[in-house]
């Protein structure tokens, strides 16, 4: 059996995997708006590709040396089902909110603006925080049962969960508190008012922690049906 991959090269991998998702969920957002031309469902259209289209790199990539979390709601349900320790999952929080930040900043220095800003853009309502808990229910439910049940196609799932999420929810789908945080440190396409992250946040930390525990109680058994058997 193949030894456990330690913790700083774990943490690397979150921290560089942050770093390029959070980079490119802010830069697409950035170069949708420029190309645009001020419509919206074109800004939007290449925001969720660009960003379906690296999370299926970086879970294909780094998925085997961390788990490709770079979202500290993914990393707590792993602490709760005891696939990861407390202390790493901090670890990995802290890893993936500072690399994030600066792949935020990263994306600003490309596109010339000022690296340090904070968002105007409000999101708040009863109809984007139930976005945000539905979109995060649904992406650790994702998670767990293709881990569960076909663990090739976790980077494939998650992606293509993401792009549709980013249409079919209200909030766009930010699914992640520490992407929440630093969107909040960018005035483009992507961001979101510095008061409103609190209540994203904890929507977010509902929708996870309902998602794994409907996910504790319907992948519990195997699966009964040849049409989802396990592949051998």
């Known amino acids: 059996m193949p030894e456990p991959t330690r913790l700083p090269r774990r943490l690397a991998a979150e921290g560089v995997g942050a770093f390029f ?56 349900v792993m602490a709760f089902r005891r696939a990861l320790t407390w202390r790493d999952a901090a670890a990995y929080i802290i890893v993936q909110m500072a690399f994030g930040i600066l792949g935020a900043w990263a994306a ?27 979109a995060t229910f649904g992406l650790i439910l994702t998670i767990i049962g293709t881990v569960r049940h076909r663990p090739a196609l976790v980077p494939a799932s998650v992606a293509l969960y993401i792009v549709a999420a980013y249409w079919f929810t209200s909030s766009t789908c930010f699914a992640n508190p520490a992407i929440t945080i630093a969107r ?48 051998d």
Request: hydrophobic fraction near 50%; charge should be neutral.
């Open 108 to 134: 600003h220095l490309m596109f010339d603006l000022p690296m340090l800003q904070l968002s105007v853009k409000a999101r708040t309502g009863p109809g984007q925080w139930s976005g945000e808990a539905i």
């Open 21 to 76: 998702l959070f980079a490119t969920v802010i830069g697409s957002g950035i170069m949708a708006e420029n190309l645009s031309r001020g419509n919206l469902a074109v800004a939007l259209l290449g925001n969720s590709l660009a960003t379906g289209a690296i999370l299926f790199v970086l879970i294909a990539m780094l998925g085997p040396i961390s788990g490709a979390h770079m979202n500290p709601a993914v990393s707590l």
């Open 184 to 231: 909040s440190l960018s005035d483009s396409f992507a961001g979101i008012a510095p008061r409103d992250v609190p209540s994203f946040i904890l929507a977010q930390l509902i929708g996870a922690a309902s998602g794994a525990a409907f996910a504790a109680v319907l992948f519990k058994h195997p699966p009964t049906g040849s049409h989802c058997a396990d592949p």
